[in-house]
């Protein structure tokens, strides 16, 4: 049975099936990933992600929380009987928010209030026309504990998410700043770093802002965060068309949201963060933040290279809807 009789305008549910539940991420095929692979002439690697216990300072009073890091005492692991033998053994556990540091979203991370059933009467939507209550499990006042019964985040994990990155600096066209960048600006800057961006390719936004959070560590303020590094401007409609008709298949930045947030909706939105909205919930596109792109970002530019391969797999963890991830780009 179809999930739903209306699909939002500028979605693309039901283009990569009725039951698909990874989306643009269906554009990396094998011979895309083979074309990332050819970018691959150095052999040098790059690690993408922060120290996850970064951002520091005061992010860390908000309502993600650091990850706290603890040992299961060597007395209750059942293998090891102390004395036995000589061995010396650690396990330990961690609580995790999911979305601290750098991150994945799934596409069961933003959803929409929508008439998918043509009655009139909006419900709770997700990409593809997932439902909330059915699909994914979760309600406003948290009074359900948050299960992705389909979009989680191991339905990205499967497909390895792995295939050609492209860098775009935007630190260095639009400075450090939070400037957000439409359509226009982000084709002319295009053009003078001489990017393509191709079907299936991973846009990665280099802004600066991971370094800034890394250099100040605890001295991190609100206001570093509010006011540094460029954005996507969610709200410039031509952006979200050229999002749709570029087919990139995910889209990753340093910064805190890839899009450019000021905590409150823009007067008459109809979503608080419309990049998510258009990405997350009508295209099916996956979206990384906060991952650490400097070090890649001065290589490519020393190397006049803005291409390649790009291993970044969030955790499989079935029923999540974000994910830490460490990703690795070759060059
Ligand atoms: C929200 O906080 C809604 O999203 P993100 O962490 O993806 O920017």
């Not at 191991?154 to 400075?175: N, P």
């Amino acid at each position: 049975m179809q999930r739903w009789k209306n699909r939002p305008d500028g979605s693309n549910w039901g283009e990569f099936g009725e039951h698909d539940q990874i989306g643009r991420l269906n554009l990396i095929t094998p011979e895309r990933r083979r074309a990332a692979v050819a970018e691959v002439r150095e052999g040098l690697a790059f690690p993408l992600s922060l120290p996850l216990d970064f951002p520091k300072g005061e992010y860390a009073q908000g309502f993600r929380k650091p990850p706290l890091l603890a040992s299961a005492e060597l007395g209750h692991n059942r293998l090891i009987r102390p004395g036995a033998t000589s061995d010396v053994v650690n396990d330990d556990y961690a609580v995790l928010h999911l979305q601290y540091s750098t991150q994945w979203d799934s596409l069961a991370h933003v959803g929409a209030r929508f008439d998918l059933d043509g009655t009139g009467e909006p419900v709770m939507a997700y990409y593809n026309g997932y439902r909330a209550g059915t699909d994914v499990i979760g309600d406003p006042e948290g009074s359900v504990t948050p299960h992705a019964d389909a979009l989680g985040i191991e339905t990205l994990a499967q497909t390895s998410v792995q295939g050609r990155g492209v860098m775009v600096d935007l630190e260095r066209a639009a400075g450090r700043g939070g400037a957000a960048v439409g359509h226009e600006q982000l084709m002319g800057i295009l053009e003078e770093q001489e990017v393509v961006v191709e079907p299936g390719d991973i846009l990665c936004l280099h802004t600066g802002t991971a370094a800034v959070i890394l250099d100040l560590g605890e001295r991190l303020t609100r206001e570093d965060l509010a006011g540094h590094g460029a954005g996507l401007d969610g709200g410039d409609e031509r952006l979200l068309r050229w999002i749709t008709d570029s087919g990139v298949s995910a889209i990753v930045a340093d910064n805190l949201a890839v899009e450019s947030f000021g905590g409150e909706p823009a007067p008459g939105a109809e979503h608080l963060l419309p990049l998510h909205a258009h990405c997350l919930f009508k295209q099916g596109i996956p979206l990384g933040e906060m991952w650490y792109l400097s070090e890649l970002n001065a290589w490519l530019r020393a190397h006049g290279r803005s291409r390649f391969l790009l291993t970044a797999p969030p955790l499989r963890l079935p029923g999540a809807v974000g994910s830490p991830v460490s990703g690795v780009a070759t060059v």
